[in-house]
C-alpha cells in the first residue's frame, strides 16, 4: 500500500462548479499536512497546510480526518486557472520529509 | 520569499556522462535540502535528505554510488548523476528547509535530465 493515495483523475470540471478531491494516508502517526499544486513541467507550489479544524483560504478549502487517515480539498468556483494537478502531502516525522501522493489532474473547462 | 535556484534547467547528455546539478538558497540559510526524482506522471519520490556539513541519508532503492549529493555549505547543495543512463532520465528538483523554519520547504524550479 503506498503511504498516500490519490485519485489521478483526470477531473473534468466546467468552470464555476465545485470540486473536491480526497487523500488517504497510510502512517497514523502523520502530524502535518499540506496540499500543492504543480503545473506541467513546474514545480510544485505550496497552496495551503491543512489543520485539524480545517481551514479555508480564499475558494479553497481544507479538510483532515485523522480517525479515517485522509484530506480534503474542495475548490468552490473554479477558474480556468486552477487546472493543475493538485497533490496530497504527508510529513514521515523524521527529519522533516515529506511523502507525496501521485497528484489528482484537475482541467476546468470553459 | 525564499527563492531557491537549481542549475541547470535542463540538460541533455550521452550515456556514460556525469551530470551536476546544483541547488541554492538564494536569500536563507538551509539547514536541510532534499532531492526528488518525477517521472511524468507520477509522484515525486523523495531520493535523499543532505544536511549540511554531514553525509546524506538516502532512500530506500536509491545508489548512494550513483547519485552523489554534497552540501558543502548552508546554501548549496549538489546531485551529481554518475554514469548516466536512458533510465535516469527525468525531473529533478531540489527543495530547502530554513533553519529553524519549522516544516516548510521552497522548491527549485527543477532540472530536466535527457539521456540519450
Known amino acids: 500500500r503506498k503511504e498516500v493515495e490519490q485519485d489521478p483523475g483526470p477531473f473534468n470540471v466546467p468552470e464555476g462548479a465545485t470540486v473536491a478531491f480526497n487523500c488517504t494516508y497510510s502512517n497514523s502517526a502523520s502530524q502535518s499536512f499540506f496540499w500543492y499544486r504543480q503545473d506541467c513541467r513546474k514545480e510544485p507550489k505550496l497552496l495551503m497546510s491543512v489543520y485539524s479544524s480545517g481551514n479555508e483560504d480564499g475558494r479553497f478549502t481544507a479538510q483532515l480526518n485523522r480517525a479515517s487517515q485522509y484530506i480534503s480539498l474542495l475548490i468552490r468556483d473554479s477558474k480556468l486557472s486552477d487546472s493543475a494537478t493538485y497533490l496530497c502531502?504527508?510529513?514521515?516525522?523524521?527529519?522533516?520529509?515529506?511523502?507525496w501522493g501521485a497528484g489528482t489532474k484537475l482541467i476546468i473547462k470553459p | 520569499g525564499a527563492v531557491v535556484s537549481q542549475h541547470p534547467s535542463w540538460v541533455i547528455c550521452k550515456s556514460g556522462t556525469s551530470v551536476k546539478i546544483e541547488c541554492r538558497s538564494l536569500?536563507?540559510?538551509?539547514?536541510?535540502m532534499f532531492w526528488y526524482r518525477q517521472f511524468p506522471k507520477q509522484s515525486l519520490m523523495l531520493m535523499a535528505t543532505s544536511n549540511e556539513g554531514s553525509k546524506a541519508t538516502y532512500e530506500q532503492g536509491v545508489e548512494k554510488d550513483k547519485f552523489l549529493i554534497n552540501h558543502a555549505s548552508l546554501t548549496l547543495s549538489t546531485l551529481t548523476v554518475t554514469s548516466a543512463h536512458p533510465e535516469d532520465s527525468s525531473f529533478y528538483i531540489c527543495?530547502?528547509?530554513?533553519?529553524?523554519?519549522?516544516?516548510?520547504?521552497?522548491f527549485g524550479p527543477g532540472t530536466r535530465l535527457l539521456v540519450l
Open positions: 502531502v504527508v510529513n514521515r516525522q523524521s527529519n522533516y520529509q515529506l511523502i
Open positions: 536569500d536563507f540559510q538551509a539547514t536541510t
Open positions: 527543495s530547502a528547509r530554513i533553519l529553524a523554519g519549522g516544516e516548510t520547504q521552497y
